[in-house]
């Protein structure tokens, strides 16, 4: 990137025109695009979700020397890289659709996301960040499927280790002894050879405190809540927080989890890449939903546990 030699005014705003009140209302934001949905910087290096157009804000203008004619995807990598906040805001702007994003995202994703490799996503234009393990943590599955095969599995036969629960998921969790545990839900079975890497791509970032499959999403992506497929967390984040709540059912078990996660500062991530095959999850009975409801009335939107039911 070339030296700063443009003057700027820090307090305008380059690009698009934005309103007058933002400098006030948001002065937080460096680099602004139109409408929803809200940033996500995992989702991001996925999939050029935002497209275009954007605005910068003159203070962050010498960081993105030269940027602001480039794509706007480009722009947006390199204001991540940055450690720029980005941001949606209500505005009517002409939308300009996201490009493919593996020729934008391999010259800098070493910098964004070291040890992670980006391959083809499941849609054109989409990429999946595989996490380069050298030294593979050992994972426990915890399981309800006396015919589960892990052999085709890419992840070091020394390192797995799978162990059948029959009690509730509340004491299933306890039988691991590794720091790394996946729970499937019952007689779940994993396809395709990549599923616990792309689980663990996720889990083992800092921060996260749980990842699962979403089967309907098109990327990596962070979420409120998730399906209970397989989901990836770590034994001492269980045990800090005392485990499962055995009030609940499989799937509003796991749901409450993330919204505990959550409440510690923890993200939820989902991803595509990993699947299973098995029996139709049963829908959470509606003592469940209306306690979940009940135990989370200023974080949970009604539409969040509908999506489970």
């Known amino acids: 990137m070339s030296a700063h030699t443009t003057p700027y005014d820090e307090a305008a705003w380059y690009g698009m025109k934005v309103p007058a009140a933002l400098s006030v ?8 695009y139109a409408g929803r949905p809200a940033f996500d910087p ?3 290096l996925a999939e050029d979700y ?37 941001g949606s805001i209500d505005v009517d702007w002409p939308k300009t659709p996201g490009i493919p994003v593996l020729a934008e995202l391999l010259p800098i994703l070493p910098r964004l996301r070291p040890g992670c490799d980006a391959v083809p996503g499941r849609t054109h234009g989409t990429a999946e960040l595989r996490r380069r393990f050298p030294n593979p943590p050992p994972v426990t599955v915890l399981h309800q499927n006396p015919a589960l095969d892990l052999t085709f599995t890419d992840w070091p036969a020394d390192c797995l280790q799978a162990i059948s629960y029959t009690a509730g998921l509340d004491t299933a969790w306890r039988l691991a002894r590794t720091e790394y545990l996946v729970l499937l839900a019952p007689g779940m079975q994993p396809q395709g050879p990549g599923w616990l890497r792309a689980l663990m791509t996720l889990a083992g970032e800092d921060g996260t405190g749980l990842a699962g499959i979403t089967p309907d ?6 979420t409120l ?29 796991v749901a409450d989890l993330c919204l505990r996660l959550r409440q510690l500062g923890l993200r939820i ?21 209306a306690r979940l409801r009940l135990t989370w009335p200023a974080i949970l939107r009604a539409d969040a546990t509908a999506a489970l039911s």
């Open 217 to 222: 999403a098109l990327v990596q992506h962070e």
């Open 50 to 86: 935002v497209g275009g157009p954007l605005a910068v804000r003159g203070r962050a203008m010498p960081l993105l020397e030269g940027l602001l004619q480039a794509p706007p995807y480009r722009l947006l990598l390199h204001a991540l890289l940055a450690g720029l906040e980005i």
């Open 42 to 44: 995992t989702r991001l």
């Open 25 to 32: 209302e948001r002065p937080d934001l460096d680099v602004v």
């Open 269 to 289: 991530a989902g991803t595509p890449h990993a699947a299973v095959t098995g029996p139709r999850r049963p829908s959470p009975s509606s003592a469940d939903l």
């Open 225 to 253: 809540v998730l399906p209970f497929y397989a989901v990836a967390t770590r034994y001492s984040l269980m045990a800090e927080m005392g485990g499962i709540d055995p009030r609940y059912g499989c799937d509003m078990a």
